[in-house]
Nanobody, 124 residues
Framework: QLHLVESGGGLVQPGGSLKLSCTVS???????IAWFRQAPGKEREGVSC????????NYGSSVLGRSVISRDNAKNTVYLQMNSLKPEDTAIYYC??????????????????WGQGTQVTVSS
């Protein structure tokens, strides 16, 4: 059974940075990982995704230029470095796994496994 565990969330001041981690455990073959987020009262939003090789990455417009996604396949871990954080970045951040080499568009139903989420709060 696969498990995804997010970590690295917390409270940060506007303009600050956080690095989220998503660690995958259990048997798996090739997989892509996407980060989604959901703020209270809002729909889930795709944030970023990375291919199995790590070569292909994608960013949602809300974080483009402020975030970097990367992965360490030896550690089965994907990272999301978020910089210049804004109060509107406040949300629960989830990572999701899709078997195969590439990310689908940010369609939640296309992802096979999800983590439990980590809270990111940007506030002074």
């Amino acid at each position: 059974q696969l498990h995804l565990v997010e970590s690295g969330g917390g409270l940060v001041q506007p303009g600050g940075s956080l690095k989220l981690s998503c660690t995958v455990s259990g048997f798996t073959t090739d997989y892509a990982i996407a980060w989604f987020r959901q703020a209270p009262g809002k729909e889930r939003e795709g944030v970023s995704c990375i291919s199995n090789s790590g070569v292909i990455t994608n960013y949602g417009s809300s974080v483009l230029g402020r975030s970097v996604i990367s992965r360490d396949n030896a550690k089965n871990t994907v990272y999301l470095q978020m910089n210049s954080l804004k109060p509107e970045d406040t949300a629960i951040y989830y990572c999701a796994l899709q078997f195969g080499h590439y990310c689908s568009d940010y369609v939640a139903a296309a992802y096979d496994y999800w983590g439990q989420g980590t809270q990111v709060t940007v506030s002074s």
